[in-house]
């Protein structure tokens, strides 16, 4: 339903390139600024000024996305879903004190997979399955962190918790990172914006 929104203006190199310089550049921060990060990541599941910005955020793109998506037969309510996304993101941020930013960061992620997966939907070669694998993984950890996000600060200590786990996951992320740009660059160059 969506495939032609986002394929308009990204295409599988584009995305790849993005997503794998991202994944490089955070995970890299992570390893060299280790103690920065990880006092930011331990105060994030309950700052809410981040949490509104990630709410308006989430809800600016649910908009837009509601008033250019073919609804189908749900079209008649386009109005009544538009209105019902700006009614929600007030409620969330006057009503949701408890780990705001933590559901906010759930529902942008859920968000953020589509456009990756339309990009890479029935796509060759192969190798553009890492993009779909880390949105996987992105849309199971962001069920949990909207429905229970206590769920994520449990998370962000069993990262923490060991200098070496860190070290590994940091240098995980952005061995993964390089082979999603490597894979950008030399293998699907033949997308077109």
């Given amino acids: 339903m969506t495939r032609q929104i986002y394929t308009e203006f990204l295409s599988l190199q584009v995305v790849g390139v993005l997503l794998g310089l991202y994944l490089i550049s955070s995970h890299a921060i992570a390893l060299y600024k280790q103690q920065k990060v990880i006092d930011l990541l331990k105060a994030f599941p309950r700052n809410k000024p981040i949490g509104i910005v990630l709410i308006i955020i ?41 780990f705001l930013a933590v559901r906010a960061l759930g529902i942008l992620l859920l968000l953020l997979v589509c456009p990756i997966l339309d990009v890479a939907f029935l796509k060759e070669p192969v190798s553009r399955l890492l993009l779909s694998t880390i949105c996987y993984i992105w849309i199971f950890f962001s069920f949990f962190w909207i ?19 860190w070290k590994c996951l940091s240098g995980a992320g952005i061995v993964y990172g390089v082979l999603v740009l490597t894979c950008a660059i030399l293998f699907w160059g033949s997308e077109s914006l």
């Fill in 58 to 98: 989430c809800c600016i793109w649910a908009f837009w996305l509601v008033n250019k998506v073919d609804l189908g037969e749900f079209q008649k309510w386009e109005v009544p879903i538009s209105w019902g996304i700006v009614i929600g993101c007030a409620a969330f941020i006057i009503w949701v004190d408890e």
């Fill in 147 to 165: 429905g229970m996000p206590y769920l994520m600060r449990d998370h962000i200590d069993f990262v923490t918790r060991s200098r070496f786990r």
